[in-house]
């Protein structure tokens, strides 16, 4: 079995949108527990190898499989997502009205669940699993706090705890320190590196200094194709990436 041992895996994909190639023959191997780090200019196509992941855009051709067993591209987009890719975009959707305790809440109930929950309560165990990730998140002293009154950074951990509340598997994350102080980035860094092992975690990020904190194996896309993978190192000093962005 090709696919052993990775959590997801992306082969040979491409996807036009009015015949321009946006993601043109991409491979893309993430392993159980990794932590990724995808970078690329703009327009790299790193938004659509998102779309692909989580069933919002259907490539044209290639190959998708999440864990050995599911192949996405035979999946709808709340399939994938029950299946257990959970995926954080850019700015933080919370319910502003609400704790945080109660956010955490309702993203465990999800859609479905939320008038059994209203009506029979939480159980014991789902009131420590929310305690477990309230703690994670570093939200434990705001839990009866509304979550419109937390700083962005804050917000951006919540979503992040909203997300784990589901259990997922593979996490996708679209730049998480945009707007963030470097103390927020630093806590950011500590999350993301807790949640790695027992999560596969993918994260799409611009800022170098953020990246080179919490990558081990960092993926430089560049025309809808991988350009170099490595370390940051390896990246920093070649010479195809340094034309690639000197372009910007
Ligand atoms: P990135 O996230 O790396 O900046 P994107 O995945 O957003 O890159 O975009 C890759 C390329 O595909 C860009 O040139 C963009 O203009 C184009 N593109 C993305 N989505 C669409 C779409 N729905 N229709 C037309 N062009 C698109």
Redesign the pocket.
């Given at each position: 079995d090709v696919s052993k041992g990775y959590i997801l895996y992306l082969e040979d994909i491409s996807v036009s949108?009015?015949g321009?190639k946006?993601?043109n023959d991409l491979n893309l191997y993430i392993k159980e527990g990794e932590l990724r780090c995808i970078i690329?200019?703009?327009?790299?196509?790193?938004?659509?190898?998102m779309?692909i992941i989580t069933g919002k855009?259907t490539p044209d051709k290639g190959s998708a499989w999440f864990g050995q067993r599911l192949n996405l591209l035979n999946m709808s987009e709340p399939q994938i997502a029950e299946a257990g890719i959970g995926r954080k975009f850019q700015k933080p959707t919370v319910f502003e009205e609400h704790t945080v305790f109660d956010n955490l809440e309702l993203a465990m109930a999800g859609d479905k669940q939320v008038l059994s929950l209203l009506f029979a309560g939480l159980s014991g165990e789902q009131k420590d699993r929310i305690d477990e990730v309230m703690t994670l998140i570093g939200l434990q002293d705001c839990r009866y706090e509304r979550a419109g009154s937390l700083s962005h950074g804050q917000k951006q951990w919540l979503e992040i705890g909203m997300l784990l509340m589901q259990n997922p598997k593979l996490l996708l994350v679209d730049e998480p320190v945009a707007g963030m102080t470097h103390q927020e980035m630093d806590r950011t860094a500590e999350l993301l590196n807790s949640l790695a092992g027992r999560h596969s975690v993918v994260v799409?990020e611009h800022d170098m200094d953020f990246v080179r904190s919490i990558a081990r194996t960092v993926t430089v896309?560049h025309q809808?194709s991988v350009l170099m993978e490595g370390t940051m190192d390896q990246i920093q000093n070649d010479a195809k990436v340094k034309e690639v962005y000197l372009g910007e």
């Open positions: 949108f009015d321009f946006a993601i690329g200019p703009n327009g790299a196509g790193k938004t659509t190898m779309d855009t799409v896309l809808g």
